[in-house]
T-cell receptor
Framework: NAGVTQTPKFQVLKTGQSMTLQCAQDMNHNSMYWYRQDPGMGLRLIYYSASEGTTDKGEVPNGYNVSRLNKREFSLRLESAAPSQTSVYFC???????????FGDGTRLSIL | DQQVKQNSPSLSVQEGRISILNCDYTNSMFDYFLWYKKYPAEGPTFLISISSIKDKNEDGRFTVFLNKSAKHLSLHIVPSQPGDSAVYFCAASVMNRDDKIIFGKGTRLHILP
């Protein structure tokens, strides 16, 4: 989706490995979000950042860390990957409700 | 505790007929509701929204109805087209509180030829 770029698109990790998922935007939106999507579970918020330098926990933050170093970029780090973190991860950006969020195309992460 | 519920995991509708996707919510503080559409291998895209001060919002073939007393909203697609086959997520938020949106689990819509 235009405006939100996620890298990588696919990744396979072994249990215990670390990994950083990158998200960059070119729409100058203040807020950025990380979600995970699992079968039958919908989209669940991991962490979000309302502005540069601030981050807050979402519904499922355990096992993850985030970093919002500037307005454009918001990264998600798995310090010690676990099979339960196998999922599709989406980054989204927004300007606050009622403006809708815009999503990237996702990172498909498998942890063996 | 699910605050936004989509109780139908999937729905099949004949092309040309009306598709009705349902969503229930439990948090009476929600005052803004959105529908997103998602194709495989793509991110969700915004479809239509409604504020709690309205009971209906229409955009082309898509109409969202809100029944606040029942804490229920529905998305109507008429006529249904093959390109409407996708997963639809209902979402809810509280305006002027924070930027968080709570999503339902989604309903997979199949449009049959």
């Amino acid at each position: 989706n235009a405006g939100v770029t996620q890298t990588p698109k696919f990744q396979v990790l072994k249990t215990g490995q670390s990994m950083t998922l990158q998200c960059a935007q070119d729409m100058n939106h203040n807020s950025m979000y990380w979600y995970r999507q699992d079968p039958g579970m919908g989209l669940r918020l991991i962490y979000y950042s309302a502005s540069e330098g601030t981050t807050d926990k979402g519904e499922v933050p355990n096992g993850y860390n985030v970093s919002r170093l500037n307005k454009r970029e918001f990264s998600l780090r798995l310090e010690s990957a676990a099979p339960s973190q196998t999922s599709v991860y989406f980054c989204a950006i927004g300007q606050g409700v009622p403006q809708p969020q815009h999503f990237g195309d996702g990172t498909r992460l498998s942890i063996l | 505790d699910q605050q936004v519920k989509q109780n139908s995991p999937s729905l099949s509708v004949q092309e040309g007929r009306i598709s009705i996707l349902n969503c229930d919510y439990t948090n009476s503080m929600f005052d803004y509701f959105l529908w997103y559409k998602k194709y495989p291998a793509e991110g969700p895209t915004f479809l239509i929204s409604i504020s709690s001060i309205k009971d209906k919002n229409e955009d082309g073939r898509f109409t969202v109805f809100l029944n606040k007393s029942a804490k229920h909203l529905s998305l109507h697609i008429v006529p249904s087209q093959p390109g409407d086959s996708a997963v639809y997520f209902c979402a809810a938020s509280v305006m002027n509180r924070d930027d968080k949106i709570i999503f339902g689990k989604g309903t997979r819509l199949h449009i049959l030829p």
